[in-house]
């Protein structure tokens, strides 16, 4: 008897996995009706940029760490650390983790979903780099969020460009033509974070850009 193949699973077998380990990509998101959304693999690889220090700077002087959630190959966790913030990353492909650990940072290797250390004392969680997407629900991941952060803790995250509020099936796909497995997930705008946030138990607090990027935070009520 041929022994079950087991199921492939997105960001791990895939090609997101070799282009963290390489820190080069091209690399998309494919769309079901074959549109694509580049991710900008080379900018995570390298050190924070004045984009991120906005996100950052808003992490300083909480007085609680800081939850990193898809942190990819740890640039954020190892800034905050060099800021004086405790933090801590967690992402599902074990190749991001041990970048991230290479870094000197702290890191998981799990989803947002299951148990974490600290829940509900995180002074702040990063969403960044398009991480709201995150399982395709967005209102179960700020469900989630919520239950990770302190009273009066913030979500700090990066939102599309442009207002979008959709979820879809995707594949990751290389420059090569190469696909990883369909798996759920969402883009978002400020304006559809807003709306999901208020049933999560979360008040937008805060809308900003930075060269080209747009973020929101949001406060646990």
């Known amino acids: 008897m041929t022994a079950p193949v087991a199921p492939a699973r997105p960001w791990i077998d895939d090609p997101f996995t070799r282009a963290i380990r390489t820190g080069r990509g091209p690399l998309w998101l494919r769309a079901e009706d074959g549109s694509r959304h580049q991710l900008d693999v080379e900018r995570w690889c390298a050190a924070p940029d004045p984009a991120d220090h906005t996100m950052l700077s808003r992490c ?3 007085g609680r760490p800081v939850l990193d959630v898809g942190c990819g190959p740890g640039r954020l966790v190892a800034e905050l650390l060099a800021l004086g913030v405790p933090a801590l990353g967690v992402d599902l492909t074990e190749a991001a983790v041990t970048r991230t650990r ?3 940072a702290g890191a998981l290797c799990r989803s947002v979903f299951d148990r974490l250390p600290g829940e509900g004392r995180w002074g702040a969680v990063l969403l ?3 991480n709201l997407g995150i399982g395709g629900d967005p209102a179960a991941l700020l ?3 919520a239950q990770l952060l302190c009273p009066g803790g913030m979500l700090i995250a990066e939102v599309e460009p442009v207002e979008v509020d959709e979820q879809l099936l995707v594949r990751i796909e290389d420059g ?9 997930w969402a883009r978002l705008g400020a304006a ?3 709306r999901h946030a208020g049933p ?4 937008e607090a805060e809308r900003w850009t930075s060269h080209g990027r747009r973020f ?5 009520i």
Request: aromatic share 4%; proline share 3%.
């Open 60 to 62: 300083v002087g909480l």
């Open 102 to 104: 290479g870094l000197g």
């Open 128 to 130: 960044a780099d398009g």
């Open 143 to 145: 469900r989630r969020v």
């Open 176 to 184: 090569g033509g190469r696909l990883g497995p369909r798996f759920r």
């Open 192 to 194: 559809a974070v807003a």
């Open 200 to 203: 999560a138990g979360l008040a």
């Open 216 to 220: 929101t935070a949001l406060r646990r």
